[in-house]
Structure formats: C-alpha cells, structure tokens
C-alpha cells in the first residue's frame, strides 16, 4: 500500500503541484511564483514553494520519468547527442553533463566537478543504463568521450563536426534561462537535483511548438496538462 506523500500537509495537493510546476517550467522566483498564486486568492510565502520544490520536485520528476523510460526503452535509441556546459558553483567552475536525443529531449544531466575519462564513463554507464545504447552517438571533441566510449566497446558509433551538435547546444537554453532565475547555484547536490527535476518537467511540455500545427499543438498541450494532474492519483 503506497503512502500519501501528501498526508501531513494543510495545503491542498493540488496547489503544492501547481506551485512545483510554475517554479520548476517557468523562469520564475520563488517570490514570483507567491505573487501569481496571490493573485488567484492562495496566501502563502515564498519559503513555503521552496519547501515544495524541495520535497516534491523529484517525486514528481520519478513518475515522469518512469512513465517515459519505460516507453523509450521498447523503442530503438537512433541517436544521441552529448554535451557538457559549464556551471560555476562558489566560483569554481563545475561540469553539467547532458544527454539529448535525436528529439531535442533531456535524457539524463550529471554534475562532476571534472572532465576526464572517468566522468564521461560514469555519465554514459548512467544514461545507457536507463535508456540503452544509441545506434550513432554525436559529439564534440573532447578526448573523453572516446576515451570512454572504448571502454564501453561503441567508439565506432561516435560522431563529431562543426555543427551536428547543435541540437545539444539549443537544449541547454531552457536551464540557462532557470540558473539565471534562480541567481546560480551554492553546491552540486542542489543542482544535481534540480537539473533532474527540471529535465523531466521540461520534456514533458516541452512540445516544439515551431513544427507543429495550432491544433495539433493545442491538443499536446491540454494532454500534457491532464497527464501532470494524474500524477497526484498515481
């Protein structure tokens, strides 16, 4: 029988979701996030959503999550692009690990504070392990992709050029926009965890809007709505 995560909180859990996902989608401050559910008559405090984003974010970001892994992996992994951005944290220069598919979706973000061998081998164990081994894996010219990808045995699969990783370039807008928001970040535990979140949340609205017709657009978006809402049942 699976616990209520919700069951000590007076706050409706409806509204903690709601609080989760305009903190978490948007690029907004917790006391933005105060002020727009001030003005649909919800009087909280802006500490209150951090606890929220806090406690729920990655419950949340683990139903999403399981909900599209287990989709992805039944289906063949045709290419994957890799990249990592540079992330200071307390003024030392981190290193944020990401994996895109052909799709322009965040499969898996890593934080390590360097950008060697072992690194990459652990960032690439983690993402195959979730999501299997891609048939063609694009990226750039760091020496440790390769490095790793002979240990795994799939160098042979791996690209690089001028401008095949752009679809991993243009997924990092999104976080970039959020560090902002969120004026950076003081340990790699709380952007370990957040990117994870984030991630998640992104992909699933994330609908490419620029391809798509209204219609078809307009009818992802209310499906990505209800499917967010059926997770407070699941």
């Known amino acids: 029988m699976n616990r209520n995560p919700f069951r000590y909180f007076k706050t409706s859990p409806e509204i903690i979701q709601l609080g989760v996902m305009m903190y978490v989608r948007f690029p907004l401050s ?20 951090r606890f929220w984003v806090d406690r729920f974010g990655t419950y949340f970001a683990h139903q999403i999550r399981k909900r599209r892994s287990e989709s992805m992996r039944r289906s063949p992994q045709w290419q994957w692009h890799l990249d990592e951005v540079f992330v200071k944290i307390r ?4 290193y944020l690990w990401r994996a895109v598919d052909h799709e322009g979706e965040v499969l898996e973000s890593y934080v390590t504070k360097k950008r060697d061998k072992a690194a990459a081998l652990k960032f690439l164990k983690k993402a195959m392990k979730r999501y299997g081994n891609p048939h063609v894996v694009v990226t750039d010219r760091c020496p440790s992709y390769r490095a790793a990808m002979k240990v795994i045995g799939n160098e042979a699969r791996q690209e690089t050029g001028r401008h095949l990783n752009n679809r991993a370039e243009n997924s990092h807008l999104p976080f970039r926009r959020r560090e902002r928001a969120m004026s950076r970040f003081r340990r790699m535990r709380s952007l370990q965890k957040f990117v994870s979140i984030h991630s998640s949340v992104h992909n699933h609205f994330n609908h490419q809007r ?25």
């Open 210 to 234: 620029n391809i798509n017709r209204r219609a078809r657009f307009k009818t992802m978006r209310d499906a990505a709505l209800r499917e967010w809402r059926d997770l407070l049942v699941a």
């Open 30 to 49: 917790l006391r933005n996030v105060e002020d727009l559910l001030h003005e649909r008559g919800i009087d909280i405090c802006h500490e209150s959503v």
């Open 91 to 94: 003024g030392q220069r981190h």
